[in-house]
């Protein structure tokens, strides 16, 4: 984050043109903490150089917060990292590390426009990634692709396209050639225009590992067999069709691919610029309606991300919104969609880890986190006079289910002020019914792991330790009230209700379901939207 403002004067559209952004999706340990670190370094160096260019007292704190994430050992705070490349504003979103997939995550990719797939070299693509794979895929997001840590010992590079090509359906189009088997990084083949760029060691990958260019004549004589086969590599590659093509990257057809090491800062400015140079501008977002607001249009954003009880620094609540239309100022005061409310945003800010600086002026692409917004919830609109109307946010269809207690009956306020806090954030969803009453809702979630966060700030945020009892329904359906009583004669069924109203028939098992379906034909039951998609 810059001391400064980031934007300069210039209309939506200008300023939109200009902003990248985007998350890394990753497997736990792929080096997604790494990179971002080596990102926001490179760029931050690069904008020191930038001084020639009368760019003078730009250096921030770009990094200052990643010593305070290190020392935690986890990031479970963070929202969006901002920073100048070149001409270019790119806001680095996080997804959330850990391991279950939850719809936090799939909430962070509605708000990017393209996503960096972050593959260990040795490991492949794992399970993790994947999944948030699957959801880009499902999203429509382009996807660029860096195999990382190539300095150590590691997978075939042709064996790895193979995979990313079987495993994706993409065509992987790379952009470098390692030169220099995994374990084994000396630099890479640039593929667009077949010169070498050596990367030289430095201590720790401290500072921006230096990289020379050498045409290919010089790169034969240095590195000898391995260039040669680099370049054998990338023919065959050539030979398969494998080049870029700026329309099928935009339409999930085809992956740019780059090979890095993030420890040691390789290969981080090629990804630098090709996010300037090939990831998408914010373009015009659908509204609800099927129509698109243009970029220069009012103000308007969406709610992607709800988060409270932060730190001990910061206990609030904050609402994350993703401007997709016009110039965000701070102070302005805009309408809630839902409610029709006026809403100040006096307190603006980036965040990012457990930084936080105030944003006065943002635009399309930006992400801002509004302080005390209690009244919004994930998936609103925001507009400013002419008003609009985003798509409501997936919600996925649950595959856990328990029933939630407090242990102590004292506690019932905190109780359900909680549980009211963790529906809204989208931590879990909590499902009711008259039959269980509200002292005993069902928290239903797509991941086991959500069930663990939820107990554990229902007890340190909320001061209301709870009791978790497993429920043995395995799958949800969305039905309407008619079809409540013809679903709840058959068993192993049960019909809950959503905050929003919608109504929820679980089932123990597919099969029950499917025999309800064949006996009562007439009874709505629809599916959700999978989390594995
Ligand atoms: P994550 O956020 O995706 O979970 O991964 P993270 O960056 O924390 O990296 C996981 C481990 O992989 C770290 O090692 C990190 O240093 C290492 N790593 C990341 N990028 C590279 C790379 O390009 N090459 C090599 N060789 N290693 C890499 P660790 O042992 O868990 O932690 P540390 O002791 O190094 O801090």
Redesign the pocket.
Known sequence: MSAEPLTVAGGARVEAARRRTFAVI?H????????TEALALHARVIGRAGAVHGKAGRRGTVSDWMDLEKARGISITSAALQFEYRDAVINLLDTP?HADFSEDTYRVLTAVDAAVM?IDAAKGLETQTMKLFAVCRHRGIPVITVV?????PGKDALELMDEVSERTGLTPTPLTWPVGIAGDFRGVLDRTDGTYRRFTRTAGGATIAPEEGLPAGAAEAREGEEWTRAVEESDLLAATGAAHDQELFLDGVTTPVLF?????NFGVGALLDTLVDLAPPPAPRPAADGAARDLDAPFSAFVFKVQSGMDAAHRDRLAYIRICSGVFERGMVVTHGRTGRPFATKYAQQVFGRERESVDLAYPGDVVGLVNASALGVGDTLYADVPVTYPPLTTFAPEHFAVVRSRETAKHKQFRRGIEQLDSEGVVQVLRSDRRGDQAPVLAVVGPMQFEVATHRMEHEFGAPVHLEPLGYSLAMRTDAESVAGITASSGTEVVQRSNGEFLALFTTKWVMRVLRENKPHLTLEPLVAAQL
Not at 148 to 152: H, L, S, V
Request: glycine share 10%; hydrophobic share 35%; proline share 5%.
């Open positions: 990753s736990p340990d792929a080096g997604k903490s790494t990179l590390g972050l990382n840590k190539w300095d150590r890095a090491s993030a420890v040691s």
